[in-house]
């Protein structure tokens, strides 16, 4: 099993920054991705980054070229890096961990992007 624990969302401006981390209870090399989803009220859980376990990534459009999923593998932590944020950022965000054939989600953190 994986344990996630998300931090870092919050209260931020339009065109602010923020920092997202999920701390894994396991060694990320042995997860063969971890990423970040988010869900708006209403609609659906989507993908917004993704990282592999042998360093490859992949961004939804939305988040390309403004966010930026990184990790430290001391750590057993993944981050998500966003600039530039959008309202339509507003979201819970998720980790996620797919490993040995099953998803594990952490419980979300919330970020809003609002004047």
């Known amino acids: 099993q994986v344990q996630l624990v998300e931090s870092g969302g919050g209260l931020v401006q339009p065109g602010g920054s923020l920092r997202l981390s999920c701390a894994a209870s396991?060694?990320?090399?042995?997860?063969?991705?971890m990423g970040w989803y988010r869900q708006a009220p209403g609609k659906e859980r989507e993908l917004v980054a993704r990282i592999f376990n042998e360093g490859s990534t992949n961004y939804a459009g939305s988040a390309k070229g403004r966010f930026t999923i990184s990790r430290d593998n001391a750590a057993n932590t993944i981050y998500l890096q966003m600039n530039s944020l959008k309202p339509e950022d507003t979201a819970v965000y998720y980790c996620n961990a797919f490993y040995r054939l099953n998803n594990y989600w952490g419980q979300g953190t919330q970020v809003t992007v609002s004047s």
């Open positions: 396991r060694s990320i090399f042995s997860i063969s991705a």
